[in-house]
């Protein structure tokens, strides 16, 4: 897995392909970058993996119980760019990110490097989300399926229809408690990966906006002992110059 690398047609067909399992992030990544190819072609395009970070996740993390011959199906994380800035900036051996935005992960990081994060081979993996659904009982879209759903239309509601917009929004209340609910289930379980807390850093537009939620979540786990509870912007951007400087100079 490479963390950048300057965009040139596979580059944009590794994007695509990706897109199968992460729509809302390379579709519109896709256009914009061939906008850009097609307003500058010859200005140097890089991309940069959101993915990379969590390069370092053990096999015990990173594997699905499934056949081997199945393929790659592996647990890849993504807002690793959004989580490096985070811990970039917080002084502690174990901490765990909470990123919530549109899409919400939450990852174990010790010492700078990604032990274990929520997301999984997909962005849905995890707990809900403002539109995804988060993690759901396979079976029970085995069902959907079988009921007469077509695979697009379960694509289109696990992605777009599912999460806090189902549940009512972050503002009604049996949606709020839902969400600190499987988020505090979410950061127990990193802490029990890294053997401990220190900091539980939340970030993104939710994380950094709502101190209602960072107060219900970190309640929740009082019987972790003691934690600090800071709000950390991400600043993606920076993560992303500094790989595409790199990239360039090389």
């Given at each position: 897995?490479?963390?950048?690398?300057?965009?040139?047609?596979?580059?944009?067909?590794?994007?695509?392909?990706?897109?199968?399992?992460?729509?809302?992030?390379?579709?519109?990544?896709?256009?914009?970058?061939?906008?850009?190819?097609?307003?500058?072609?010859?200005?140097?395009?890089?991309?940069?993996?959101?993915?990379?970070?969590?390069?370092?996740?053990?096999?015990?993390?990173?594997?699905?119980?499934?056949?081997?011959?199945?393929?790659?199906?592996?647990?890849?994380?993504?807002?690793?760019?959004?989580?490096?800035?985070?811990?970039?900036?917080?002084?502690?051996?174990?901490?765990?990110?909470?990123?919530?935005?549109?899409g919400c992960s939450?990852?174990?990081?010790?010492?700078?490097?990604?032990?274990?994060?929520?997301?999984?081979?997909?962005?849905?993996?995890?707990?809900?989300?403002?539109?995804?659904?988060?993690?759901?009982?396979?079976?029970?879209?085995?069902?959907?399926?079988?009921?007469?759903?077509?695979?697009?239309?379960?694509?289109?509601?696990?992605?777009e229809e599912a999460?806090?917009?189902?549940?009512?929004?972050?503002?009604?209340?049996?949606?709020?408690?839902?969400?600190?609910?499987?988020?505090?289930?979410?950061?127990?379980?990193?802490?029990?990966?890294?053997?401990?807390?220190?900091?539980?850093?939340?970030?993104?537009?939710?994380?950094?906006?709502?101190?209602?939620?960072?107060?219900?979540?970190?309640?929740?786990?009082?019987?972790?002992?003691?934690?600090?509870?800071?709000?950390?912007?991400?600043?993606?951007?920076?993560?992303?110059?500094?790989?595409?400087r790199r990239v360039?100079?090389?």
């Amino acid at each position: 897995m490479i963390d950048a690398a300057v965009v040139d047609d596979r580059i944009l067909a590794g994007i695509e392909a990706g897109a199968a399992v992460a729509p809302l992030h390379n579709r519109p990544a896709l256009a914009a970058l061939r906008q850009a190819r097609e307003a500058l072609p010859d200005v140097p395009h890089v991309a940069v993996s959101d993915s990379h970070f969590h390069r370092t996740i053990s096999d015990e993390a990173r594997r699905y119980a499934l056949p081997a011959e199945l393929g790659p199906i592996v647990r890849l994380g993504f807002h690793g760019l959004a989580v490096q800035s985070v811990v970039e900036q917080v002084d502690a051996p174990r901490v765990v990110v909470c990123h919530l935005g549109g899409g919400c992960s939450v990852t174990a990081v010790r010492d700078g490097r990604s032990v274990d994060t929520s997301m999984g081979y997909t962005p849905l993996e995890g707990p809900p989300m403002g539109t995804r659904s988060g993690s759901v009982d396979p079976g029970a879209l085995l069902h959907l399926l079988r009921s007469g759903r077509t695979v697009d239309e379960l694509d289109r509601l696990l992605n777009e229809e599912a999460g806090l917009l189902a549940l009512g929004g972050l503002d009604d209340a049996f949606a709020f408690s839902h969400f600190v609910y499987h988020l505090a289930k979410a950061v127990a379980a990193m802490a029990a990966v890294l053997g401990g807390l220190d900091v539980l850093a939340f970030s993104g537009g939710i994380g950094e906006n709502r101190a209602d939620v960072r107060e219900a979540v970190a309640g929740r786990l009082r019987h972790l002992g003691e934690f600090r509870v800071e709000a950390v912007p991400a600043h993606e951007e920076l993560v992303i110059a500094r790989a595409t400087r790199r990239v360039l100079a090389g």
